[in-house]
């Protein structure tokens, strides 16, 4: 894998990244990252570092909104410059009374602790996951609702999400006896480390210290029920809830408690959004996921405790071949993404950008069909050009069992 995968603009912005980039090592010593608190009203990008960032964040609340450009033009920066951004444009650093260098400090924290390494679960999933969630947060059904508490809390369990993120998935790590998997008894492992780290580092900032203890006790609670709503094992729970709550509109927006509901299916949706993208961007986050499959199956050859099963998608001898990946990417698409926008659409009456999204989804699942059999032969997989790999996957795949957490 590649991560300068070429899309659409890039060798025409390549030039201007690379001028921009002789403004990163000013930014890196700006007065802000020195810690000096600077008296006039902060910009949130230092005066010189203008351009092609700044005019990207103009149109943050865009659906084609590229987070790949975005992570360059900031020099991997993307996850602080963009919620930097997001805290200002919606008045939370205003309204919580929030010091700008604590909360810049906070944010260098969450994204560095998300692993580079990660083809997938890094910083730039986190930073696209968090621009999904802003475009979320405006739908007219659920903005008009929203408060500056769930309006922050969605936009830091986003960010926060998957932070530590080992890039490995939960049966892989019940199987090595991970102390994660024993500390959290097996269940929701990842999701429990990413709250728990979040807020571990939100104490260790003191972002929120001076709010009220009730504050921070709720705030700390909430935010490990929205992260713990991304564990893809209990798809099916909260898409049953979704439903029922549509067929019986009683969905109250003006309760706290179904406001949070709404925010963890957000979540979610922002979290698996990537087959909604458009295509160049969407296949971009493919490769990825496959390239951290790739990895994971590398990394199960090591361990030869690990029981290698032909039932086990994750740890199927033929993963080395493309076809496995493939065929999830189907399945992932077909019973889990459509099924959540579809309601996601339903609940926004068919907004504009949900609209958007379902016409991206059916175009990628067309495409990723008439891609997969080609791609099979050139990575000399089974020749078959069959995207099937058995019932056994596809009922995994169906209740959201794999274990794959985007
Ligand atoms: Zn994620």
Redesign the pocket.
């Known amino acids: 894998l590649s991560t300068d995968t070429t899309h659409s603009g890039e060798i025409g912005t390549k030039k201007k990244v690379k001028r921009l980039l002789s403004f990163q090592r000013y930014f890196h010593t700006s007065r802000l990252l020195r810690g000096i608190i600077p008296q006039a009203p902060l910009h949130l990008l230092d005066e010189d570092y203008l351009g092609q960032a700044r005019h990207m964040l103009s149109k943050v609340g865009m659906w084609d909104f590229d987070i790949f450009l975005f992570d360059r033009l900031t020099n991997g920066n993307s996850l602080v410059t963009l919620l930097c951004h997001l805290f200002n444009s919606h008045g939370l650093i205003h309204h919580f009374n929030l010091d700008m260098v604590t909360l810049h400090r906070f944010l260098v924290m969450v994204q560095e602790d998300y692993h580079s390494q990660n083809p997938y679960?890094n910083a730039v999933?986190a930073a696209d996951?968090t621009q999904a969630m802003h475009c979320y947060l405006k739908e007219p059904k659920l903005a008009s609702f929203l408060t500056p508490l769930d309006i922050m809390l969605g936009l830091l369990a986003a960010a926060a999400?998957?932070v530590d993120h080992p890039g490995v998935n939960q049966p892989f790590l019940i199987k090595t006896n991970h102390h994660l998997a024993n500390l959290y008894q097996n269940m929701s492992v990842l999701e429990n480390h990413h709250w728990r780290s979040t807020i571990g580092m939100l104490r260790e900032s003191r972002l929120l210290a001076h709010l009220p203890k009730e504050m921070t006790q709720d705030i700390e609670q909430q935010l490990g029920s929205l992260i713990l709503a991304?564990d893809i094992n209990r798809q099916n729970e909260f898409l049953t809830r979704l439903k029922a709550h549509l067929h019986n509109k009683d969905l109250r927006l003006e309760e706290a408690h179904d406001r949070h509901f709404m925010l963890q299916i957000a979540l979610k949706c922002a979290?698996i959004c990537n087959p909604c993208r458009i295509w160049e961007m969407s296949k971009q986050w493919s490769e990825r996921v496959c390239e951290e499959f790739y990895r994971q199956d590398d990394l199960t050859r090591r361990f030869p405790t690990i029981e290698v099963t032909g039932e086990d998608p994750v740890l199927c001898e033929n993963q080395k071949q493309i076809k496995i990946p493939f065929f999830k990417m189907g399945c992932f698409m077909t019973y889990i993404v459509e099924p959540l926008f579809r309601e996601w659409a339903r609940f926004t009456g068919n907004s504009p950008l949900s609209e958007n999204m379902l016409s991206h989804l059916a175009h990628n699942k067309a495409q990723w069909k008439s891609l997969s059999p080609r791609q099979h032969r050139s990575r000399g997989g089974s020749g078959s050009g069959s995207d099937h790999a058995g019932p056994g996957t596809e009922d995994q795949a169906q209740t959201g069992g794999e274990g794959d957490?985007?």
């Open positions: 679960h999933h996951v999400h998957d991304t979290d957490s985007p």
